[in-house]
């Protein structure tokens, strides 16, 4: 028999699964507050390259983590392979730079500490004081 | 049997126009421009933070076929040998890039591709090479060696990973003969909405290394006033595309033209066919080339289709002029994803034969001082009028395998349908009996991107 404390941790876990959510964040310094999700998708598909305020983004990816996967598809809809696809032709067509790298969520939050201007995404509420939530995106 | 030496003998250009003179020092010599690109890329950023981006794009492929006489180009600007029947060179490519950023609003790129082509040289591979200066955002200008951007692939056409197939349909994508073009050009860019306007006008000029159908010998192309402008829309999952693009070309003269018009006051057949080979030859020598094109795309992560549109004429008939297109159709399981292709080419030249017999007439000296034969200088004219003709279509079925991030493995199956004496896009013996074919041709290709 499975005991009352035992099944209330697997729902608890199973709800927090389904309502799972991305955030994205910039340094604590940048003017912009919230971004909406359009906004966020202009970006990683570089038809912007600006916030709001007129500062260029510093875009930052995540390699091969799990939580990209879930961020493409929560975010524009598309697999691994569509955005590797959409940017490879966007890169080798001489239209833009590369995306920048940030594989492990550490060295995200150093990068976007360093940079008024960077912007990156986590698979959970940053707790780092000199980052900020812009926008949660719920899958 | 003399084997016609075709078409390098038969066009002598004149000395090239002077550059139109421009305010623009980088254009007024592209090359200095990609020098400077080159160099700022590889000296890399003078700011403390190094920011030097290495990236690059490969293709392993394979590609058989056992038509006799014919032989498989990816492109008409690859090195051509009409009895090759498999081969890895057509489809494999290695291409690295390095790209700088020096401010936010001025970066630098140069690509470097190593593939099949007549020649090989650092200044063949240098395939970008680039200055790029965004005053504003939603404006960039770029000064050296860019992608030329004729058609909805043409600036990515190579790298294989980005798109769905072993290879764009050769019928829209294998005759375009320029990949690169010095000069000018400028894009603007904005999103309102979901909607993404792109405008873009590329001014420059390129050249293309070309040889004779059987490989025997290669000459330059030269295209000059270059003008390509574009403009696309990217709404949900569509894409849309339209674009204009003209070049000039260096006035030429076809030596056969004379010795042709002398034989025209043969009476009889024999003149008459010389005359008419000469009025098709002359018309060779003077220089515009037009492409418009018309794309739509379509991608819902489980289905893909992509329809592409084409009309090229020119006034000079060493590139294949009329009305091409594809439709392809694909559909994603997973990492699988299954596509079909069908894509056309049809020509508006119609081929020349040689119908009289010229062997009554005695031995001419051309204008070169060889002397050559009259049945040999007629059929050097008519592989020189055939010579870029195309009329063909091509069914196409093929898988794509995305194994892993950023490499893909894809088989394709290709049947084409090739018209009599318009074999442009293939590999062959200039005097190769005049039939129809029907061309299987079996690829395998191995694509990554880093």
Same mark, same amino acid.
């Given at each position: 028999?499975?005991?009352?404390?035992?099944?209330?941790?697997?729902?608890?876990?199973?709800?927090?699964?389904?309502?799972?959510?991305?955030y994205v964040v910039?340094?604590?310094?940048?003017?912009?507050?919230?971004?909406?999700?359009?906004?966020?998708?202009?970006?990683?598909?570089?038809?912007?390259?600006?916030?709001?305020?007129?500062?260029?983004?510093?875009?930052?990816?995540?390699?091969?983590?799990?939580?990209?996967?879930r961020f493409l598809t929560a975010l524009l809809g598309m697999n691994e392979r569509q955005f590797d696809a959409y940017w490879a032709r966007?890169?080798?067509?001489?239209?833009?730079?590369?995306?920048?790298?940030?594989?492990?969520?550490?060295?995200?939050?150093?990068?976007?500490?360093?940079?008024?201007?960077?912007?990156?995404?986590?698979?959970?509420?940053?707790?780092?004081?000199?980052?900020?939530?812009v926008l949660v995106i719920p899958e | 049997m003399v084997k016609p030496k075709v078409i390098s003998i038969l066009v002598v250009m004149e000395e090239k126009a002077p550059l139109p003179r421009l305010s623009f020092a980088l254009y007024a010599n592209p090359l200095l421009a990609c020098i400077l690109a080159s160099l700022c890329v590889i000296v890399g950023p003078v700011k403390a933070e190094p920011d030097l981006q290495v990236s690059g794009f490969g293709t392993l492929g394979l590609s058989v076929e056992r038509e006799e006489n014919l032989s498989f180009l990816r492109d008409s600007n690859q090195s051509k040998d009409p009895e090759k029947?498999?081969?890895?060179?057509?489809?494999?490519?290695?291409?690295?890039?390095?790209?700088?950023?020096?401010?936010?609003?001025?970066?630098?790129?140069?690509?470097?591709?190593?593939?099949?082509?007549?020649e090989q040289g650092l200044e063949e591979?240098?395939?970008?090479?680039?200055?790029?200066?965004?005053?504003?955002?939603?404006?960039?200008?770029?000064?050296?060696?860019?992608?030329?951007?004729?058609?909805?692939?043409?600036?990515?056409?190579?790298?294989?990973?980005? +798109?769905?197939?072993?290879?764009?349909?050769?019928?829209v994508y294998g005759w375009i003969l320029p990949s690169s073009i010095d000069g000018l050009d400028a894009a603007y860019s904005?999103?309102?909405?979901?909607?993404?306007?792109?405008?873009?006008?590329?001014?420059?000029?390129?050249?293309?290394?070309?040889?004779?159908?059987?490989?025997?010998?290669?000459?330059? +192309?030269?295209?000059?006033?270059?003008?390509?402008?574009?403009?696309?829309?990217?709404?949900?999952?569509?894409?849309?595309?339209?674009?204009?693009?003209?070049?000039?070309?260096?006035?030429?003269?076809?030596?056969?033209?004379?010795?042709l018009e002398g034989i025209s006051l043969v009476p009889g057949l024999i003149g008459d066919e010389a005359q008419s080979f000469a009025d098709r030859l002359r018309g060779q020598t003077s220089g515009e080339v037009r492409y418009w094109q018309a794309s739509a795309g379509y991608d819902d992560g489980t289905w893909i289709a992509d329809l592409e549109l084409a009309y090229l004429s020119a006034t000079r008939t060493w590139v294949p002029t009329g009305k091409a297109g594809y439709l392809s159709i694909g559909r994603r399981y997973d990492n699988v994803t299954a596509y079909g292709v069908f894509a056309r080419f049809y020509g508006d030249q119609t081929p020349v034969k040689g119908r009289a017999d010229w062997s009554p007439l005695p031995d001419i000296t051309a204008p070169d001082g060889q002397v050559y034969t009259a049945e040999f200088i007629r059929d050097v004219s008519v592989a020189s009028i055939n010579g870029p003709l195309l009329e063909q279509y091509t069914f196409s079925l093929g898988l794509r395998w995305?194994?892993?991030?950023?490499?893909?493995?894809?088989?394709?199956?290709?049947?084409?349908?090739?018209?009599?004496?318009?074999?442009?896009?293939?590999?062959?013996?200039?005097?190769?009996?005049?039939?129809?074919?029907?061309? +299987?041709?079996?690829s395998v290709a191995f694509n990554f991107i880093f």
């Open positions: 028999m499975i005991k009352p404390i035992a099944l209330t941790s697997i729902l608890l876990l199973l709800a927090s699964i389904g309502q799972a959510e991305i910039t340094n604590r310094d940048n003017p912009v507050a919230t971004m909406d999700k359009q906004a966020v998708r202009d970006l990683y598909l570089a038809r912007s390259r600006a916030f709001e305020h007129g500062d260029a983004a510093i875009v930052y990816d995540r390699g091969n983590t799990p939580v990209r996967k966007l890169v080798f067509a001489g239209r833009v730079l590369p995306l920048e790298q940030a594989e492990q969520a550490d060295e995200l939050r150093k990068r976007v500490a360093n940079n008024i201007n960077a912007i990156g995404y986590l698979d959970e509420a940053p707790t780092w004081p000199d980052l900020k939530t | 029947d498999g081969s890895i060179l057509p489809d494999s490519i290695l291409g690295l890039q390095l790209s700088t950023r020096f401010a936010a609003d001025l970066r630098a790129t140069t690509q470097f591709v190593y593939r099949d082509r007549p591979a240098t395939e970008l090479a680039f200055l790029g200066y965004s005053p504003i955002f939603d404006l960039d200008l770029r000064a050296g060696r860019m992608a030329i951007d004729m058609f909805q692939l043409s600036d990515y056409r190579r790298v294989d990973y980005a +798109n769905l197939w072993i290879r764009p349909p050769k019928e904005f999103a309102r909405g979901d909607y993404y306007w792109r405008f873009k006008l590329q001014y420059g000029e390129t050249d293309a290394l070309l040889e004779a159908p059987d490989g025997s010998q290669a000459f330059k +192309n030269e295209f000059e006033n270059f003008i390509v402008s574009t403009l696309s829309l990217e709404t949900g999952l569509w894409r849309f595309r339209l674009s204009y693009s003209q070049a000039d070309f260096p006035v030429g003269t076809s030596p056969l033209v004379p010795v995305d194994v892993a991030p950023k490499v893909a493995l894809k088989v394709q199956w290709d049947r084409t349908k090739i018209e009599a004496e318009q074999y442009s896009l293939w590999a062959h013996e200039a005097n190769r009996a005049a039939s129809d074919s029907i061309v +299987n041709l079996y």
